[in-house]
Nanobody
Framework: QVHLVESGGGLVQPGGSMRLACATA????????MTWYRQAPGKQRELVAG???????NVADSVKGRFTISRDNAKNTVYLEMNSLKPEDTAVYYC????????????????WGQGTQVTVSS
């Protein structure tokens, strides 16, 4: 069983900040690209940010300049730092790890966290 353990969600005022964290097993983290997605009620799940094994990060246009993604390889944890939050950022946020195992048959994997609610409201 592979767990992605998320933390940091909750209620925050518009303009505020919040940091999400997601930790997983070292054996998976060390070979995975890590991403954050979000899903608002009635909407498709959307990609928010991702970071590669090499440390290259990207964020979606909707959060560019406000959100940053980073990974701490010593802690097997990926973070999503969210600043200048807006009500439209309200969603369930999910972390994801995907890749291929490095032994035969190089099986693909795609693991998801349980999701954490972020509510931006006054």
């Amino acid at each position: 069983q592979v767990h992605l353990v998320e933390s940091g969600g909750g209620l925050v005022q518009p303009g505020g900040s919040m940091r999400l964290a997601c930790a997983t097993a070292e054996s998976i983290f060390k070979i995975s690209a890590m991403t954050w997605y979000r899903q608002a009620p009635g909407k498709q799940r959307e990609l928010v940010a991702g970071v590669t094994l090499g440390g290259t990060s990207n964020v979606a246009d909707s959060v560019k300049g406000r959100f940053t993604i980073s990974r701490d390889n010593a802690k097997n944890t990926v973070y999503l730092e969210m600043n200048s939050l807006k009500p439209e950022d309200t969603a369930v946020y999910y972390c994801n790890a995907r890749g291929r195992l490095r032994t035969l048959p190089y099986a693909p994997y795609d693991y998801w966290g349980q999701g954490t609610q972020v509510t931006v409201s006054s």
